[in-house]
């Protein structure tokens, strides 16, 4: 996909390095233009929702750009002191998600998921109790156990620099293994930056200190260099490792490439009439900006994966909500007012590993193969499309496997056990 080994971490779409804080969602509706005033972001917008990338990317060298996307448009029903009384805030809540994919209420005990991010969130705890108590979920905090926050190396005291748009993204992947697994422990592992090493160091020491779920929500243009980060960073038989697949449409991230990672794509969840009631679509909003997929340039086909229209590594596997025009409500105050709604796979990726927290300890060294193994337990996604490609599946949903959602999404737990 790139020209030269050189910038093989160049993204496909180059956006301006953002430091400052994605504009707040408040009481007052955010217009879509050109780019946001407050960061300098430019302005995406799908029918009447409009939203910015959270996270700067930049063009060059081995740095990542995480995959979340943070809705200006979303009109919150928000007073000093919070939501205000008989109001919940916009976006799809926990009980909306655990519906949606028909997953236990009380998940996640006795199960520990790391959440590995680029720089320093300060307000990460106490964003997260407002969160779990606005929707009734039990206190996830330093003092109790439940929580732990450290530093690439494991440090509680010495961590990175703060970021706002680092910040979003934390918020998010808090918010969402709460929603799904809320009796698991959380560790959130703050890399120093960006950059691939730093993460991968970051997984590691997710592992170490006794994670068997990670979520990736990040990833950059592959490179000859993947081999080896998989072998350094991704490697860990036995442990649920997921990658988001991108948001810049058809496509390869890494580390979603990888050969030991959950490569997890994006839909657009919507309430539906049917027997489920809820019916996805691939999410798309153009040719640039979507669910990533397609067929690797670097890594080789995993034994377990079975499509014939590409000889190498395939992505995605499976798949959850990520269409910002279907968000998820998020709360964040460091570069943020509070409640926001967000997207991107970066939704979807920490939605999967805590997916994985609530069926228990995998038992396979892969875990990506367990879904292979159970295709029938997903909801087969057969809608949509991010553009057009060949062969087509890689790009375009249809019945069973396709690129952009994989072989589905949660219907239970049974597609995510040995």
Known sequence: MFSSPTTARIRKTALALTGTAALAVSSLAVAAGPADAASGAAVHTKGGTSWIRSCATLAAGDTMACNALKVTSAVQHISPLGVTPNATPSGFGPADLLSAYNLPANGGAGQTVAIVDAYNDPNAESDLAVY???????????????????????????????????????????????????????????????????????VNEGVKLGAKF??????????????????????????????????????????????????????????????????????STSSTEGAGSGCSGYEAKPTWQTDTGCSHRTVADVSAVADPATGVAVYQTYGASGWSVYGGTSVAAPLIAAVYADAGAPTAAVPAADAYAHPSALNDVTAGATTSCSPSYLCTAGAGYDGPTGLGTPNGLAAFTG
């Open 132 to 202: 779990r108590a606005q929707y009734g979920l039990p206190a996830c905090t330093t003092a109790n156990g439940c929580f732990k926050k450290v530093s690439q190396t494991g440090s509680t005291s010495k961590l990175p620099a703060g970021n706002s748009g680092w910040a979003g993204e934390i918020s998010l992947d808090l918010d969402m293994v709460s929603a799904i697994a809320p009796n698991a422990h959380i560790i959130l592992v703050e890399a120093t930056t960006a950059s691939m090493s730093n993460l991968g160091t970051a």
């Open 214 to 283: 990670v979520s990736n929500s990040y990833g950059g243009g592959e490179s000859s260099a993947d081999s080896s980060y998989d072998s350094s960073y991704f490697n860990h038989p036995g442990v649920a490792i997921t990658a988001s697949s991108g948001d810049s449409g058809y496509g390869v991230e890494y580390p979603a490439a990888s050969k030991y990672v959950t490569a997890v794509g994006g839909t657009a969840l919507t309430r539906a009439t049917n027997s489920r009631g809820w019916s996805e679509s691939v999410w």
